[in-house]
């Protein structure tokens, strides 16, 4: 399964939660995505680790999820 597939398959699984629970705001995998880094460096977890975690090359990157 390529990784365009499995995102695919993320958004479809997400979007089907949500119609069930009648949530109407959009969400993403990219909004998942978003949300954890931002919650995650909020609450003291350290940089180099969510750089890790998300795969980014380059730390200024990850750095921009500090302003959420």
Not at 26 to 46: M, Y
Not at 48 to 68: C, R
């Amino acid at each position: 399964i390529t990784s365009e597939n499995k995102t695919y398959k993320l958004a479809y699984g997400l979007n089907k939660i949500l119609k069930n629970k009648n949530i109407t705001k959009k969400v993403t995998p990219h909004t998942l995505r978003h949300s954890f880094a931002a919650h995650a460096l909020r609450n003291g977890k350290n940089v180099k680790d969510v750089q890790q975690t998300l795969g980014h090359a380059d730390i200024s990157t990850t750095n921009e999820y500090m302003d959420y």
